[in-house]
């Protein structure tokens, strides 16, 4: 990668992969967001995120990548953004309704599943903290575009 970070969000779309925001060597949130092309195997930068964010989740579905969570310092997030290949620009996303970190997503059967995190002082699970209202919600972002 051009950029050192840790606590990314990874994610493989449509062959490639793409990294997303985490935090730089002095622990400041990024928003940067780099692509890795193959072959030959060359980073590209990509437009940024619109907020900074470490430990984040990415997930992909319907051709599209999402990024949903993550923190800016000691403040967690509930924002979410897509990312759209064919556009190459970013959209912002009705926020979850809770704010959570260190968040796991999947995308499957052209839905986005986001699970389990943490509000910055309890760990959460899928089922008790992610009620379906939310998780509708979530879904309803790729559910235009089933995954083949």
């Known amino acids: 990668m051009a950029e050192r970070r840790g606590w990314p969000a990874a994610v493989s779309l449509q062959g490639l992969l ?3 925001g985490g935090r730089d060597e002095q ?4 928003s940067s967001v780099e692509r890795l092309n193959h072959p030959p195997s060359i980073w590209l930068p990509l437009p940024p ?20 969570g993550g923190a800016f310092g000691a403040q967690m997030l509930n924002s979410v953004e897509r990312y759209d290949p064919k556009v190459g ?3 912002t996303l009705a926020p979850m309704l809770k ?4 968040v796991a997503a999947a995308g499957i059967a052209g839905r986005i599943h986001v699970f389990g995190g943490s509000d910055g002082g ?6 008790r903290n992610l009620g379906m209202e939310e998780e509708n919600q979530i879904c309803a972002y790729c559910s235009q575009r089933k995954i083949s």
């Open 99 to 102: 704010r959570r970190a260190y």
């Open 49 to 68: 995120l619109s907020s900074q964010r470490a430990g984040a989740s990415a997930a992909a579905c319907g051709g599209r990548l999402y990024v949903c």
């Open 122 to 127: 309890q760990a959460h699970g899928f089922s």
């Open 18 to 20: 793409y990294v997303c």
């Open 89 to 91: 620009t970013w959209e």
């Open 27 to 30: 622990r400041e949130p990024l």
